[in-house]
């Protein structure tokens, strides 16, 4: 499992959209306690508002890593970025990475990484030994988020929860499932990376035995009304036997995005669904609560849309962005804590 | 996707126990007219009953490839086997394997496989470039063997099923998702190895657009009610957009194989989360037979498992190896053919 050194650089490179500074936009907002200051090359215009500092300047500042925190256009990594990165390496930064290709696969890269003794991380990819998940139960209570389709909300519901659940006293830990969020949470396990026969096991190995009274908050990924990724999504229940899942949905969504043939379903069908998945490792699983994403919606349709989706399923709905959660959080993890 | 030149010239290695000749066996069986002669190291004893031939000779004869048919202990390739493999090579053989390490690792196997431009097969390795599901509906029809458990039946059912078509004059063509099947189709998809994202996708690659009366007759993976390995099973079931389903089940089986604490389902049960899961991507899935193991049954208990199946779904029920299939298959294939 990736473990990550804190606080970090964020390399910006030369990018000029923000489209390209989704995941350092992620840390900055998410972990901004960890982000010591932004390096850009002179052509970058992306601001994070953080200081500008050069590698050695930051590595005296505390910063322990470089994250490669912008996504050049294609995915792979522009080869006048690679001095940049080596010079990082040089102020004994080690070097994180969410790009397709292999920061050890660049000669100068990995050459530099041996030469000065730091570890290059590349966050799409999962360790090398997963086991095969065994099915046992395991002590502690976990949360998953689900979503009636993807990219709606599950990472930040997530770690809004754990952030809350953090707030009220609970023992809780956000585990992350994909690349932004193993960089926020410092550690993780990316499952749409993990060969199928291991995803199960890789979902076992993220949330571990844990006090009786610890909350692990899981990151969910796909979903099962999904054509493509319903699979990932069912390893990820199954090997996160969660206790409570939180569905996320966007009201108004009616299509799969980029799936136009396959339907959203409904909150009812979809808790449903999730909650006979979970059930078979682990017979109390239910859905506990619906995360909206209205940030589409004027606030008086969000009003209507949570308001509407309590009535349709009997359970608190809120958006982690617009309305707070602390109620919500308080009241299922109370409930759940007296029931356990 | 794995091509595989036929006939085989099957290398047997030094063993001396036909269990790590399963595959060997499962060639022999499956495809005999493929199976051309067999290669043994002085001290094998497994023997099975073909011509011993030298891979000059078999080559002579008209073999195209060798396959490592047996199992080392551990998995990977004995030392002592490269140089009889660069003999192969250097025999102008294509070579095939299904042990862990890739046969292009080794780098004497490599040097001779480019210095006499032959081919070498790890059919444990999916395909580099496998695209995500679409979830368009493809032309020609499909039938997946889906299972209560694992090691059950679910590739020999699918087998039987493609060749009794094939007999009765059915175009159906058998696709492989495990590297045994692989061998005895020739081509496939090793699902188990897929990167999570991408089983759905790898099940659409094997089972293209066909003929409006053509049937493909999957493999099937894992189990739905598999701790490990009910992600794999649906996103093969998603991929695949199976017309049919046969369930395959062992009577007497009531745990999990090696999951003591996971119930087999029965058959109601398993046909309600098959059909479920499969209509996400084919509104008509259904299931239309089962398929049952009585290895370990007494003849009378065999027929009164078959009829206790029938009784318990409606569905004709048989076993592949034991009792015959013919009516079985006539009577689905053709209720499927007057209902398209």
């Known amino acids: 499992m990736h473990q990550i050194r804190k606080p970090y650089l964020l390399f910006l490179g030369d990018v000029t959209s923000d489209i ?35 590698p050695g300047d930051a590595a005296a500042a505390g910063a322990r890593s470089l994250v490669v925190a912008v996504a050049p256009i294609g995915g792979a990594l522009p080869a006048h970025w690679v001095p940049a990165i080596t010079m990082a390496v040089a102020a004994g930064l080690d070097i994180v990475s969410g790009m397709h290709g292999a920061l050890a696969d660049v000669p100068a890269i990995a050459a530099a990484a041996r030469q000065h003794g730091v570890a290059l991380h590349d966050v799409r990819q999962p360790p090398a030994a997963i086991p095969i998940a065994t099915g046992r139960r395991r002590s502690g209570r ?66 571990p035995d844990a006090p009786a009274d610890h909350w692990d908050i899981i990151e969910g990924q796909g979903s099962l009304f999904h054509p493509a990724y319903a699979g990932v999504t069912l390893g990820l229940i199954h090997g996160s036997q969660p206790d409570a899942m939180v569905l996320c949905h966007e009201p108004g969504r009616t299509r799969i ?42 606030d008086t349709q969000r009003e209507q849309a949570i308001a509407a989706a309590t009535a349709e399923t009997g359970l608190p709905a809120f958006d982690p962005v617009a309305s707070g959660i602390a109620a919500v959080v308080g009241g299922f993890a109370g409930a759940l804590d007296h029931a356990a």
């Not at 992350?176 to 749409?192: H, N, R, V, W």
């Not at 909650?275 to 239910?286: D, G, S």
């Open 142 to 207: 976990r949360l998953l988020t689900v979503g009636t389709d993807c990219a709606l909300g599950k990472k930040y519901t997530a770690l809004a929860i754990a952030r809350e659940m953090q707030r009220q006293g609970f023992d809780a830990t956000f585990r992350a499932t994909g690349q932004t969020g193993i960089l926020i949470a410092g550690s993780g396990l990316p499952m749409d990376a993990v060969v199928s026969d291991f995803v199960a096991g890789a979902a076992e190995m993220l949330s």
């Open 257 to 298: 995005n980029g799936y136009p043939d396959y339907p959203v379903p409904s909150l009812a069908e979809a808790i449903q669904g999730f909650e006979a998945a979970a059930r078979l490792t682990n017979k109390a699983a239910r859905v506990v609560a619906i995360s909206l994403n209205t940030a589409r919606l004027t």
């Open 20 to 54: 390209f500074a989704k995941t350092a936009h992620g840390l900055k907002d998410w972990c901004p306690e960890d982000c010591v200051a932004q390096w850009r090359l002179p052509d970058a215009t992306v601001d994070l508002g953080l200081p500008d500092l050069a």
